[in-house]
């Protein structure tokens, strides 16, 4: 039997135009396509600051909420809300100056230089058809060097390995100086310290971050609280302690794991079995 974690009372608070700044509520939220439910009435309320890992299964449903998030889904019913405010109601440069987005893929390939990529990420703070100024160039370069991609800067988008785009398209992210950030996967394509390095970032920047993950040792060691989705509903969300059990992992992911505590972090430590034979 699914569990349900019961909703703290501040989580349960619903949202006002008053909401603390970095503060994202999803009420209620569903997608129906096709007469399909993806998403089936998801709710989640965040903290300012509070980094939360969504996980589940592929086809849980992670992507499609995280669509409605940064508005690329309008959900067919319930609302996102971004300090209090209703995102579907927001102006796209309003949105974008407060919330910025890491998608698992890039929607085009860009003829562009990778400084020119990142840039775009200081488009919503600038007038149109204005340049980049020192200020600008100052913060692309910045976000370059976080990311270790400052080497990269003046090389073809393009021609990049899968790995290098992802850490660019995070620079770019980190480039638009949003309170919030969604991101999904963005430990895609990147090597071990990348990985960490990403997360980490993520940590030591104070943002508001809902992140989409696949590795489940990684939302234990990076994320405040973890939502586990499962046929396009809100399983539970609690800590990593309270989410990741033995229990949940065998109903969830149909899989016999061993949950430990890491003997350095404390936190939750899943080790799958061996295969057989």
């Known amino acids: 039997?699914?569990?349900?974690?019961?909703?703290?009372?501040?989580a349960a608070t619903t949202a006002t135009?008053?909401?603390?700044?970095?503060?994202?509520?999803?009420?209620?939220?569903?997608?129906?396509?096709?007469?399909?439910?993806?998403?089936?009435?998801?709710?989640?309320?965040?903290?300012?600051?509070?980094?939360?890992?969504?996980?589940?299964?592929?086809?849980?449903?992670?992507?499609?909420?995280?669509?409605?998030?940064?508005?690329?889904?309008r959900p067919t019913s319930g609302r996102v809300l971004l300090d209090g405010k209703?995102?579907?109601?927001?102006?796209?440069?309003?949105?974008?100056?407060?919330?910025?987005?890491?998608?698992?893929e890039s929607a085009a390939d860009f003829e562009l230089s990778v400084q020119d990529v990142v840039?775009?990420?200081?488009?919503?703070?600038?007038?149109?058809?204005?340049?980049?100024?020192?200020?600008?160039?100052?913060?692309?370069?910045?976000?370059?060097?976080?990311?270790?991609?400052?080497?990269?800067?003046?090389?073809?988008?393009?021609?990049?390995?899968?790995?290098?785009?992802q850490r660019v398209l995070i620079a770019r992210a980190l480039a638009q100086r949003a309170g919030t950030m969604v991101l999904d996967e963005p430990t895609n394509h990147l090597d071990l310290r990348h990985q960490l390095d990403t997360l980490r970032l993520v940590r030591r920047l104070g943002v508001t971050a809902l992140v989409a993950l696949h590795d489940l040792n990684l939302a234990a060691a990076f994320c405040d609280r973890i939502c586990v989705m499962d046929g396009g509903r809100v399983v539970t969300t609690g800590s990593p302690s309270e989410v990741?059990?033995?229990?949940?992992?065998?109903?969830?992911?149909?899989?016999?794991?061993?949950?430990?505590?890491?003997p350095r972090t404390g936190v939750p430590h899943i080790t799958l079995p061996r295969p057989a034979g």
């Open 1 to 10: 039997m699914r569990r349900t974690t019961a909703v703290t009372a501040d």
């Open 17 to 73: 135009a008053t909401a603390a700044p970095g503060t994202l509520a999803l009420e209620d939220v569903s997608v129906v396509v096709e007469g399909r439910a993806l998403v089936d009435r998801a709710s989640l309320h965040m903290a300012r600051g509070e980094v939360v890992g969504l996980v589940g299964p592929n086809g849980a449903g992670k992507s499609t909420l995280l669509r409605t998030v940064y508005r690329a889904l």
């Open 86 to 104: 209703d995102v579907q109601r927001m102006s796209g440069k309003s949105l974008a100056r407060q919330l910025a987005a890491v998608l698992q």
């Open 119 to 165: 840039a775009m990420g200081r488009t919503p703070h600038k007038r149109p058809f204005d340049g980049d100024d020192a200020d600008d160039r100052a913060i692309i370069m910045a976000a370059l060097d976080e990311l270790d991609a400052a080497c990269l800067a003046q090389a073809p988008f393009t021609r990049l390995s899968g790995g290098e785009k």
């Open 244 to 262: 990741l059990t033995t229990e949940l992992l065998a109903d969830v992911y149909r899989v016999d794991a061993e949950v430990t505590e890491h």
